[in-house]
């Protein structure tokens, strides 16, 4: 079945830094959505990417898709103590009869040192 | 407000005991899907629905059911909770499963005893 892999699991950064996270899928996807969750919070829907190679950018963050459609990144730049949290990619393959499933990976947690 | 509400927010249970938890949107979405949450494996769909009396097997279905008599109801049924459901769960909603985010519920912390 499908498979989407994240990395890296924890990012330890000081406050003005750059972060990355990367999203690899075992197949090619339809869509990518990145979603955000504060600690003790639940999972809030930032962004989807649909078109191959596509840029978004939402602020200091930025989104990208992959040409083939495997693989994504979300980008922030100079990091702010308002960024921590899990942050998670997912994707779909409106293909077939699995029009509804939405596969996440395993998310990237951010941790930002003032 | 637009929301998706999910009880109960707590639950702890003895092995065996059927339980129910309930998630509603307001939305009129026609979209509707349970996750588990668990350290280190992220978000895993358990079951998702595409409008009323159509539901489908996410990635871990074993052990829960699910039904979708109204549109805005999409109860997680498990019928002999086994201490391997200790998880977090979310219930989210989206307007149409192609195209659109997912808003989700609060969630619902269970523990199986």
């Known amino acids: 079945g499908q498979q989407v892999m994240q990395i890296p699991q924890y990012q330890h950064v000081q406050e003005g830094e750059d972060f990355t996270t990367y999203c690899n899928s075992s197949?090619?996807?339809?869509?990518i959505q990145w979603y955000k969750q504060r600690p003790g919070g639940h999972p809030v829907f930032l962004i989807q990417?649909?078109?191959?190679?596509e840029v978004k950018k939402q602020k200091r963050l930025t989104f990208q898709f992959g040409e083939a459609k495997k693989n994504s990144s979300l980008h922030i730049t100079a990091t702010q103590t308002t960024d921590v949290g899990t942050y998670f990619c997912a994707g779909s393959d409106w293909g077939g009869t699995s029009y509804g499933k939405l596969t996440f990976g395993q998310g990237t947690i951010l941790t930002v040192h003032p | 407000e637009a929301q998706v509400t999910q009880n109960p927010r707590y639950l702890i249970t003895v092995t065996g005991k059927k339980l129910t938890v309930t998630c509603s949107q307001n939305m009129n979405h026609e979209y509707m899907s349970w996750y588990r949450q668990d350290p280190g494996l992220g978000l895993r769909q358990i079951y998702y629905s595409m409008n009323v009396e159509v539901t489908d097997k996410g990635d871990v279905p074993e052990g829960y059911k699910v039904s979708r008599k109204e549109k805005r109801n999409f109860p997680l049924i498990l019928e002999s909770p086994s201490p391997n459901q200790t998880s977090l769960y979310f219930c989210?909603?989206?307007?149409?499963?192609?195209?659109?985010?997912?808003?989700f519920g609060s969630g619902t912390r269970l523990t199986v005893v």
């Open positions: 989210a909603s989206s307007l149409s499963g192609g195209g659109y985010g997912y808003t």
């Open positions: 197949t090619t996807l339809s869509n």
């Open positions: 990417l649909v078109k191959s190679g």
